[in-house]
Antibody, heavy 118, light 110 residues
């Protein structure tokens, strides 16, 4: 079964850091570009970041640029999101999503919740 | 304020048809492919339509997508109560170098 499983969410104080992970199963991660998408409580979807198969191209939303870093380890079939200088407005469910091409996302994880609060 | 504009809500009776619009600009919808996602309550989004009008395997043909100029439309026919969900359009924005989503449309099947 094709699956993505995120982990690493939790409660963190403003200014703190957190590292999210996403492990793929049922397919080879190195065949796909990947995305992180988040959803604040009661709000819509917000794209966070994108990374190509070889990590040669990376994009970030302006709201996280300079604070978040996306990376991947194809040998471990895993994707990561390092989040630094966290703010209250970063509170959301974070999803990793497989890119089927042309930035449409065909496989999503179940999400991991990040809460930034003192 | 989302880059792509969707109506906040739509509603229709079971068995009827509904359309959800998604309005953008030449930097996003006008020159890039559009995808549509369904998010049932408490679950992760699910891809319904990609490349403007293609359906992934397993998505019934009750769901259809179209694009004209800087707008896109999702159509759902034969509405079922199980279709009650939030629907999002998404595409690449060339000017922003970012994926952009609409604000989402809540579908109520009365």
């Amino acid at each position: 079964e094709v699956q993505l499983v995120e982990s690493g969410g939790g409660l963190v104080q403003p200014g703190g850091s957190l590292r999210l992970s996403c492990v793929a199963s049922g397919f080879s991660l190195d065949s796909y570009s990947m995305n992180w998408v988040r959803q604040a409580p009661g709000k819509g979807l917000e794209w966070v970041s994108y990374i190509t198969r070889s990590s040669s191209t990376i994009y970030y939303a302006d709201s996280v640029k300079g604070r978040f870093t996306i990376s991947r380890d194809n040998a471990k079939n895993s994707l990561s999101l390092q989040m630094n200088s966290l703010r209250a407005e970063d509170t959301a469910v974070y999803y990793c999503a497989r890119d089927r091409g042309l930035l449409s996302m065909d496989v999503w994880g179940q999400g991991t919740t990040v809460t930034v609060s003192s | 304020q989302s880059v792509l504009t969707q109506p906040p809500s739509v509603s229709a009776a079971p068995g009827q048809k509904v359309t959800i619009s998604c309005s953008g600009s030449s930097s996003n919808i006008g020159n890039n492919y559009v995808s549509w996602y369904q998010q049932l309550p408490g679950t992760a989004p699910k891809l319904l339509v990609y490349d403007n009008n293609k359906r992934p395997s397993g998505i019934p043909d009750r769901f259809s997508g179209s694009k004209s100029g800087t707008s896109a439309t999702l159509g759902i026919t034969g509405l079922q109560t199980g279709d009650e969900a939030d629907y999002y359009c998404g595409t690449w924005d060339t000017s922003l170098s970012a994926v952009v989503f609409g604000g989402g449309t809540k579908l109520t099947v009365l």
